[in-house]
């Protein structure tokens, strides 16, 4: 299995500013890293992922980190707008299985 | 873009009673999840299907059961329904490599009293 903590549970940030949220995992054996975003009353859509050969992955305003060293991944939301307010999960899957852990989530707030 | 339908959409249970989740879709993935939400917990995986037959336990299988009887269904059973089952429930669809999207459902609200 796979035990994934995401960080942190609430981030509230000014319109324009950049929201960074934190996810590890624990199984080294992990190679694929998705982000899902859901909005109020909708359910969970794949908004960026990346597989463990790659650092770093960028596409329209979002930037993933990914640290297999120290078995850290990041979201960075550049220029953040309202309607980036959402929850946001983390997860991690492996070769293997075509299981995806999720983290517990981080409930985003843009404020204006 | 995936197709993923849930029904019922919303579900009033009495404790004791059954309830069967159904959850259709129509892209011919291979993979089929069934995962519940709940506030502090995100989402926690409760059975998935590789294919029409297949069930695999996930994380959290305790007083359910689940029934891939073909490649588009796939349904989630509780047959001694507890309050503490009362939940959001989302089933999603995917292809078969690990690193493949999952298309989610648009979540059945399930409340037992």
């Known amino acids: 299995g796979e035990q994934v903590e995401q960080l942190p549970s609430i981030l509230r940030v000014q319109e324009g500013s950049s929201a960074s949220i934190n996810c590890t995992y624990e199984?080294?054996?992990?190679?694929?890293f998705p982000w899902y975003k859901q909005e109020p009353g909708e359910n969970p859509k794949l908004i960026i992922d990346?597989?463990?050969?790659?650092e770093r992955k960028q596409t329209q305003g979002l930037i993933v980190l990914l640290d297999k060293k120290a078995k850290r991944f990041s979201l960075h939301i550049t220029d953040t707008q309202p309607g980036d307010s959402a929850m946001y999960f983390c997860a991690a899957s492996e070769t293997n299985y075509n299981v995806l852990y999720f983290g517990s989530g981080t409930k985003l707030t843009v404020e204006p | 873009e995936a197709a993923v339908t849930q029904s019922p959409r919303n579900k009033v249970a009495v404790t004791g009673g059954k309830v069967t989740l159904s959850c259709n879709q129509t892209?011919?993935?291979?993979?089929m999840y069934w995962y519940r939400q709940d506030t502090g917990h995100g989402l926690r995986l409760i059975h998935y299907s590789y294919g029409a037959g297949s069930t695999e336990k996930g994380d959290i299988p305790d007083g359910y059961k689940a029934s891939r009887p073909s490649q588009e269904n796939f349904s989630l059973i509780l047959e001694l329904a507890t309050p503490s089952q009362t939940s959001v429930y989302f089933c999603a669809s995917g292809e078969k490599p690990f690193y493949a999207e999952q298309f989610f459902g648009p979540g059945t609200r399930l409340t037992v009293l």
């Open positions: 199984n080294s054996a992990s190679n694929y």
């Open positions: 990346i597989r463990s050969n790659m």
């Open positions: 892209n011919n993935h291979n993979n």
